[in-house]
Antibody, heavy 117, light 107 residues
């Protein structure tokens, strides 16, 4: 079955960097667009970034533009999110998501990123 | 960006009740709308896509309707496992946006 397993979360100081990874299995990864979505503690969902199946088309939320970089390695069935210049307001659970061709997304279990001194 | 207004933010109901949640867009999105259910400590799960199509495995007491700017999620007969938070999401354009969420709690 479809599995999306995030890793790389943790505690980082403001201004620091972190790289999240998402290992995909149970489907042909290279056929699917992928996204990162986050949820601050006790808050709603916020879409962060999107990458097309080939990696040629990328979008970012304004809140992370210029600081975060999404990428993928189809040979390794993996999605990444490089996060630089982290701020306290980036503290959240980060979900890897598979964009379904019919609409909507499948979700991973999430990884917690905490930005604090 | 497309702004979404989801209401109510909190809904108190009893088992067996019929409940409706609304999602209104700042501009038309055709039927490019999804609904998700999230339980505490868990990732969201897709309930409905294309505004009204039930995801495989989702009970038929859930239904979605609407197109353009106004959408509704209906739970026809609330069950104990349905107490959760629900979100709408538009995938018509970037940035993708979510509604603020509706928490359905036990009355």
């Amino acid at each position: 079955q479809v599995q999306l397993v995030e890793s790389g979360g943790g505690l980082v100081k403001p201004g620091g960097s972190l790289r999240l990874s998402c290992a995909a299995s149970g489907f042909t990864f290279s056929d699917y667009y992928m996204s990162w979505i986050r949820q601050a503690p006790g808050k709603g969902l916020e879409w962060v970034s999107y990458i097309s199946s080939s990696g040629s088309t990328i979008y970012y939320a304004d809140s992370v533009k210029g600081r975060f970089t999404i990428s993928r390695d189809n040979a390794k069935n993996s999605l990444y999110l490089q996060m630089n210049s982290l701020r306290a307001e980036d503290t959240a659970v980060y979900y890897c998501a598979r964009d379904l061709t019919t609409g909507g997304v499948d979700w991973g279990q999430g990884t917690l990123v905490t930005v604090s001194s | 960006a497309i702004w979404m207004t989801q209401s109510p933010s909190l809904l108190s109901a009893s088992t067996g009740d019929r409940v409706t949640i609304s999602c209104r867009m700042s501009q038309g999105i055709s039927s490019y709308l999804a609904w998700y259910q999230q339980k505490p400590g868990k990732a969201p799960e897709l309930l409905i896509y294309a505004a009204s199509t039930l995801q495989s495995g989702v009970p038929s007491r859930f239904s979605g309707s609407g197109s353009g700017t106004d959408f509704t999620l209906t739970i026809s007969c609330l069950q104990s496992e349905d107490f959760a938070t629900y979100y709408c999401q538009q995938y018509y354009s970037f940035p993708r946006t979510f509604g603020q969420g509706t928490k359905v709690e036990i009355k």
